[in-house]
C-alpha cells in the first residue's frame, strides 16, 4: 500500500455505531476505512456491557444460590465463587464478540481495516501510522476513557477495565463513586464475596434519579451488605503493602478508610484529547466533547461524530441511534434527528433500575398538570411468586394530554417490562391504550394496566 490514499469515507473507532456506519457506506458503494487502535467492538463488547454482564449474571446466580432454602431448595451452606471461572466465561463471551466485529469487517467488499492510532491532520485527512487517509466524508466513533481524580492516581488504583481481569475475589474493595459503574460492580463483588465500602461525594447515589428512587436503591443494596459513605469527598489515597487507605472530607464516619483492592469510578470523558483535533475546524464544547447539531454533524462540512464523544447519551443504545439517525440523512432521505429520542436506560444491579422519559422532580418543576401511578413490587402476585418483592413502578401522565411522560422501574424485569412504555411513548399515543390493554396473568407486565387505572394528582 502506498503511503498516502483517498477513501470516500473514513469511519474512527469501532463502538457500537462505527461498524455499522463502515458497513452501510461500504454497501452503498463508497469506498471505505475503517480505524482501530485497540480492540474491536469498544466500550461495550470490551470492558462495558458484554463483560459486565456477563459477571452479572454470575453473582446472580451466587445469590439465589444462597437463597434456595426460601424456595425450598437445599444447597448447603457453603456457596464459594471461584473467580477464575467467572473470568474465563466471561473472556469467552468477549472473545466471541470482539473476533466476530473484526471478521464483519474484514469481510466486507469496499471497506479496507487499519489497526493504529487515528489522528486528524486536517479537516478532512487523517494519519495512521505512516499512513495518510483522505476522504470527504469522516465519521468519529472514539468514545470515552475513565476519569481518575489525580487524589487517588498515587495507588494501585482500578477502573472499571482492570477490575475485569482479577481472578480472585478482593476481601475489602473500596468503591470512589455511587453510580452506575460503581453499584454494579459493588453489588457483583459483594455476591461474590467481598466486604465493599462505596464512597460518594454526594447527598446519594445516583444523583440524577429522584430521591426516593435512590434510597430504595441503596437501602436494597445495605441490606445485602453493602457500606456507603455519602457526603464524602476523597482528598488523598496511601499503600502501604497490599492495604489502601482513601483519606476523606466528611461531615460523618470515620476520615479514612483502609481496604485491598480500589476501584475509581467517578465517570469518563470523550476521546477528544489525542485526535489532533486542534489541526482541524472541529469544534469542542465546555466538556471537551465533539459539539453536533441535531443530525450529529459538527463544525466541520463532512465530519460527523457518533457515540460517546458527542455527549448525546453515553449508552451502547444511544451510539447505536446515532448510526440510524446519520445513516438515514445520509442514504435513505429519512430526515432524522437526535431530538426524536426519548431518554431511556437501565442500571443492571439486582434488581436493575430503569428509567424512560421525565424525573419526577422535572414534574415537579414543570407547569405542568401531573398525574402519578405508583405500586410497590411486594404488591404484585408475580414478584411474590418468585421471591423478588423489592423496588417499585412509578408512571407519570399529563393529565391535560393523556400521553405518558416518564417512567422508572425498580424491581425484577424492569428492564424488559418499561420498553411497552417507552414504545406508547414513541408512538404518541395516550396512556389509556396501556390501561385498557388485556395483559396476560401471572406477570410484572399485568400491573402496568392497572398501575395506569389508579393514577392520582402529582402532590
Not at 469510578?265 to 470523550?270: E, W, Y
Not at 390501561?435 to 398501575?451: C, F, G, Q, Y
Request: with cysteine; net charge negative.
Amino acid at each position: 500500500m502506498s503511503d498516502n490514499q483517498t477513501f470516500d469515507a473514513i469511519v474512527i473507532g469501532t463502538g457500537q455505531a462505527g461498524p455499522s456506519m463502515a458497513s452501510r457506506c461500504a454497501n452503498e458503494g463508497l469506498k471505505t476505512a475503517v480505524i482501530e487502535k485497540d480492540k474491536f467492538g469498544g466500550t461495550c463488547v470490551n470492558t462495558g456491557c458484554t463483560p459486565t454482564k456477563a459477571m452479572v449474571a454470575s453473582a446472580r446466580v451466587a445469590h439465589v444460590a444462597r437463597r434456595g432454602n426460601d424456595f425450598g431448595v437445599e444447597i448447603g451452606d457453603d456457596i464459594k465463587v471461584n473467580l477464575k471461572k467467572v473470568k474465563a466465561r466471561k473472556d469467552k463471551l468477549v472473545k466471541n464478540s470482539t473476533e466476530g466485529v473484526e471478521n464483519w469487517l474484514r469481510e466486507t467488499k469496499n471497506l479496507t481495516v487499519f489497526k493504529g492510532h487515528a489522528r486528524f491532520t486536517g479537516n478532512h485527512t487523517v494519519q495512521v501510522g505512516n499512513q495518510t487517509l483522505t476522504a470527504e466524508k469522516i465519521f468519529i466513533n472514539t468514545g470515552a476513557k475513565p476519569f481518575v481524580p489525580p487524589a487517588l492516581q498515587h495507588v494501585n488504583y482500578m477502573t472499571n477495565a482492570d477490575i475485569l481481569e482479577l481472578e480472585k475475589v478482593p476481601e475489602h474493595l473500596i468503591i470512589v463513586g455511587g453510580s452506575y459503574i460503581g453499584l454494579e460492580f459493588g453489588q457483583m463483588f459483594r455476591r461474590f464475596g467481598s466486604e465493599i465500602t462505596i464512597i460518594e461525594q454526594g447527598d446519594e447515589i445516583i444523583g440524577r434519579e429522584d430521591s426516593n428512587t435512590s434510597e430504595t436503591l441503596r437501602n436494597i443494596l445495605e441490606e445485602e451488605g453493602i457500606r456507603f459513605r455519602l457526603q464524602s469527598e476523597c482528598i488523598s489515597a496511601t499503600q502501604k503493602g497490599s492495604q489502601i487507605t482513601v483519606n476523606l472530607k466528611c461531615s460523618n464516619g470515620t476520615p479514612t478508610i483502609t481496604g485491598t483492592h480500589l476501584l475509581v469510578a467517578t465517570g469518563r470523558r470523550p476521546n477528544t484529547d489525542d485526535l489532533g483535533l486542534e489541526h482541524t475546524d472541529i469544534k469542542l464544547n465546555d466538556r471537551k466533547y465533539i459539539a453536533t447539531d441535531d443530525t450529529l454533524k459538527t463544525s466541520v462540512d463532512g465530519v460527523w461524530a457518533l457515540g460517546d464523544v458527542n455527549g448525546k447519551g453515553a449508552f451502547t443504545h444511544t451510539a447505536y441511534n446515532d448510526f440510524e439517525i446519520v445513516a438515514a440523512n445520509l442514504f435513505d432521505n429519512d430526515s432524522r434527528k437526535v431530538s426524536d429520542r426519548i431518554l431511556n436506560y437501565a442500571l443492571y444491579t439486582d434488581p436493575s433500575l430503569s428509567h424512560v422519559g421525565m424525573y419526577e422532580q422535572e414534574a415537579r418543576q414543570s407547569d405542568k398538570n401531573i398525574w402519578i401511578g405508583y405500586r410497590e413490587m411486594s404488591r404484585i402476585a408475580r414478584a411474590k411468586e418468585r421471591g423478588e418483592t423489592k423496588g417499585f413502578i412509578k408512571i407519570l401522565v399529563d393529565a391535560d394530554t393523556k400521553k405518558i411522560l416518564g417512567a422508572t422501574i425498580l424491581g425484577i424485569d424492569g428492564d424488559e417490562i418499561i420498553h411497552s412504555i417507552l414504545d406508547i411513548m414513541y408512538a404518541d399515543q395516550p396512556y389509556t391504550i396501556i390501561s385498557r390493554a388485556v395483559h396476560t396473568h401471572p406477570t410484572i407486565s399485568e400491573l402496568i394496566p392497572t398501575i395506569l387505572q389508579n393514577l392520582k394528582p402529582l402532590d
